[in-house]
């Protein structure tokens, strides 16, 4: 049986737990029909899963560790481009926030040249502008 095939379901060890359950029960029930060669057999096998259970249990339990600063290790570090593909998106967001002010400032500067070049193309000089009584004459002008 794959054990691969429950790795996303939570269900998983019960599931195996009640299969194993129901198959040792009906190799209990039929033990007293089997022959002698195969009741051998298949107590050789049981002790060969048991075995392999244990060295799996064994094996697969993680693998902790006292590390100098008070902190608790599980079976070493990440390997070093697993940390920089952590910082990598930290990396992709200043570089678009630097993106996204150096367009913001561009799109300043364009306007301000616009504002420049329409000022400098009326036919009013621009200290005309600056006059208080300009804006009641924008007001006040027909179109």
């Known amino acids: 049986m794959n054990t691969r095939s429950f ?8 599931r195996q737990a009640r299969l194993s359950l129901r198959i040792a029960g009906l190799l209990s029930a039929h033990a007293a029909q089997t022959n002698p060669d195969i009741d051998a057999r298949l107590r050789f096998a049981r002790e060969q899963a048991l075995t392999l ?7 697969t339990a993680p693998a902790t560790a006292k590390s100098g600063s008070d902190t608790l290790a599980l079976g070493g570090g990440p390997a070093w ?6 910082v990598l998106p930290l990396l992709l967001l200043v570089a678009g ?23 400098l193309a009326d036919d009013l000089p621009p200290v005309a502008y600056g006059d208080p009584g300009f804006a009641e004459y924008l007001r006040s002008a027909p179109p």
Do not use: H, I, K
């Open 81 to 86: 481009w697993l940390r920089t593909l952590a």
């Open 53 to 59: 259970a244990r060295q799996r249990r064994l094996t």
């Open 97 to 119: 926030l630097g993106m996204v002010q150096l367009a913001s400032q561009r799109e300043q500067m364009l306007a301000a040249a616009d504002v420049d070049a329409v000022l």
């Open 7 to 14: 790795s996303n379901d939570p269900f998983a060890q019960d």
